[in-house]
């Protein structure tokens, strides 16, 4: 059972950084993407940005391209989002997803993590 649990939300001014993580178990991973999705309210979900674990490969979306940087750490497991110059239309539920190299839809989520960007 794939399962991914995200971290490092919270509270930053405009202009501040922050960066995310998650956590990936259950899977082999060499075999993923991960993805980056954020909600925010009253909004669909907007997807971000993913990376292919076993190239490295990247990918971003016009909104978040030269502020976010999608990363992974295959030892751990762990993929993240580091977030520049955060404006308050950042804020959201950021959420890390994997799909599998062969599937065009993101099938595992995790719970969510709230970052706030306060103006």
Do not use: H
């Not at 997803?97 to 306060?118: D, E, H, I, K, L």
């Amino acid at each position: 059972q794939v399962q991914m649990v995200e971290s490092g939300g919270g509270l930053v001014q405009a202009g501040g950084s922050l960066r995310l993580s998650c956590a990936a178990s259950g899977g082999t991973f060499s075999l993923y993407y991960m993805g980056w999705f954020r909600q925010a309210p009253g909004k669909e979900r907007e997807f971000l940005s993913e990376i292919r674990w076993s190239t490295g490969w990247t990918y971003y979306s016009d909104s978040v391209k030269g502020r976010f940087t999608i990363s992974s750490d295959n030892a751990k497991n762990t993929v993240y989002l580091q977030m520049n110059s955060l404006k308050p239309e950042d804020t959201a539920v950021y959420y890390c997803a994997a799909r599998r190299v062969a599937s065009v839809n993101y099938n595992y989520w995790g719970q969510g993590t709230q970052v706030t960007v306060s103006s």
